[in-house]
Each structure stands twice: as C-alpha cells, then as structure tokens.
T-cell receptor, first 111, second 115 residues
Framework: DAKTTQPPSMDCAEGRAANLPCNHS???????VYWYRQIHSQGPQYIIH???NNETNEMASLIITEDRKSSTLILPHATLRDTAVYYC????????????FGSGTRLSIRP | DAMVIQNPRYQVTQFGKPVTLSCSQT?????MYWYQQKSSQAPKLLFH???????NEADTPDNFQSRRPNTSFCFLDIRSPGLGDAAMYLC??????????????FGPGTRLTVL
C-alpha cells in the first residue's frame, strides 16, 4: 500500500503558484520524499526529492515539515503544461528503491 | 540525449498470443524496472533487474516474464495475454548510490491492446 495521502484533484490559475500537499505520517528515518508527475499519455517524470530540508530546483520547490509527516510541492508559476497527475512517494535512498505509486493528485491549470 | 526508449509505442495482440515489449536505455543504469498502468490507475511495479539479478513482485502473475540480455536492454514477455492485460507498460531505469539521486527515469510507455 502507498504510504502517502494526497487530494485526488486540485486546480490552479495559470501564472499562480500551485501548492500540492502530501501526508506521509508513517515515514521512517531513512526514507526520502520524492515527487513525480505524469502528463497524459507519457511516462512519469521526476520532479524533486528531499529528506528533511527544503529543496528547490528549476522545476519546483519542496517544503517538508519539521516532523517530516507532511510536505508540499510548489510550482511557483504554473503553466498549462503543468497539467498532470502528481505523485508523492516515500522511498529509502541508495537501494533499488521500489516506487509504490499512490493515487496522486490530478492538477488542472486553468487559463 | 541519454534516454529510455520503448518500442513499439503501440502494440496490438490477440488473446492468448505471446507478445514481447522492449526497452532500451543509454543511461548506463544498472537497474531496470517494468510497470503496468491500467486506465485511470497509478503505475504498478511488476519486477525489476538489479544488474543481472531478477526481482519479481509477489503479486505479479506468472504470465509475465522478463529478460535482460545486457545492461542496455530489457524485455517484457507476456506468454498468454488476456483481456485484462491491456494496459500501458512502462520501463524505467535507475542507478542506486549514484552521486545524484536514486531517481527513476521512465520511458514513454507501450500501450498494449488485446483483441
């Protein structure tokens, strides 16, 4: 079973920040939080990951709470191309980590 | 560009007729995965190879087999496809312990139709 809980759907206006929440209350100390997204009819795409510090890259920012039981993926300026299903996953690092996909959040960006 | 390639993108087979899907990678990753994704569902891991070591998921049907003749290629064989095997099949690769991350890189998928 997936170890994360996400809202099934969200929408956001184009140009605004999209904030996608994820609960992972049973996360263990060696598990990272990964975010992937899947645009329609494409394979999933890695976005970002983190352990306990906030992370930022060219695609997004990841905010992890101090107790690590939840996180938020932030797309700072959403575009129509960001319409996708976003998956939050917890997985240990440095192993052939098995991704157990949950149901994800379907993000719709409205013009 | 280094990538994960899946051929064909669309495959049609008949009920019970064996079919093979292929995946190749230019990333030189030592782990290769196969996922099944049915319509409106999340991808589900079938099995993976860590180098030459095959790791099957407990609930993967015996009808699904895999071969990895070398680092670059991995095949998914469905011995007797049923209507319930119609799905998108995703190949992914990773390189655990690398300096970057243990992220998985996915191919575009092969959509299998069973008639």
């Amino acid at each position: 079973d997936a170890k994360t809980t996400q809202p099934p759907s969200m929408d956001c206006a184009e140009g605004r920040a999209a904030n996608l929440p994820c609960n992972h209350s049973t996360i263990s100390g060696n598990e990272y939080v990964y975010w992937y997204r899947q645009i329609h009819s494409q394979g999933p795409q890695y976005i970002i990951h983190g352990l306990k510090n906030n992370e930022t890259n060219e695609m997004a920012s990841l905010i992890i709470t101090e107790d690590r039981k939840s996180s938020t993926l932030i797309l700072p300026h959403a575009t129509l191309r960001d319409t996708a299903v976003y998956y939050c996953i917890v997985s240990p690092y440095s192993s052939a980590s098995k991704i157990i996909f949950g149901s994800g959040t379907r993000l719709s960006i409205r013009p | 560009d280094a990538m994960v390639i899946q051929n064909p993108r669309y495959q049609v087979t008949q009920f019970g007729k064996p079919v093979t899907l292929s995946c190749s990678q230019t990333l030189n990753h030592n782990v290769m995965y196969w996922y099944q994704q049915k319509s409106s569902q999340a991808p589900k891991l079938l099995f993976h190879y860590y180098d030459k070591d095959f790791n099957n998921e407990a609930d993967t049907p015996d009808n699904f087999q895999s071969r990895r003749p070398n680092t670059s290629f991995c095949f998914l064989d469905i011995r007797s496809p049923g209507l319930g095997d119609a799905a998108m099949y995703l190949c992914a690769t990773s390189r655990p312990g690398s300096s970057s991350t243990d992220t998985q890189y996915f191919g575009p998928g092969t959509r299998l139709t069973v008639l």
